[in-house]
């Protein structure tokens, strides 16, 4: 249940409501699918406006994760990162060569790209392995 708020002149009256749970964050591999998904889907839009690529940024550092997490989390959020900064520097290449509508379609893959990374960073540093060292499944 929630309490929300209703102005009444200069009070205020609460009525209760139901409220749903939110859904759960993605997992590392849910992540990492809709990551490839993404990029892949994009990729194959972005070719087809006949832009130049541009170079793939030098400064795309990672941060390293714990002990506590899969070595697979560490790859996942190596590759967003490194994604999200070439979302970043996407904007800058070459404008001069494209038209509005080009513009217009990259700066909205690029953005889309830009979310999923956004989500893949927060499922691979989220979900820290919780098993003892040394256990098997």
């Known amino acids: 249940m929630a309490w929300l708020p209703h102005p009444v002149g200069p009070a205020m ?23 490839n998904a993404q990029v ?21 550092a990672s941060v390293v994760l714990g002990g506590a997490y899969p070595t697979g989390n560490q790859r996942l959020l190596d590759r967003a990162i490194l994604w999200r900064e070439v979302c970043a520097a996407g904007p800058g290449a070459d404008d001069a060569a494209l038209h509005s509508h080009a513009r217009l379609a990259r700066s909205a893959h690029l953005r889309r790209i830009g979310i999923v990374c956004r989500q893949a960073i927060s499922a691979a540093a989220s979900w820290p392995d919780a098993r003892p060292a040394g256990a098997r499944l």
């Open 13 to 35: 009256q609460w009525r209760l409501a139901r409220a749903e749970r939110p859904l759960p964050p993605p997992t590392p591999g849910e992540a990492a699918t809709a990551l």
């Open 40 to 60: 892949l889907v994009s990729a194959r839009e972005l070719a087809g406006l006949d832009a130049a690529a541009g170079r793939r940024p030098d400064d795309a």
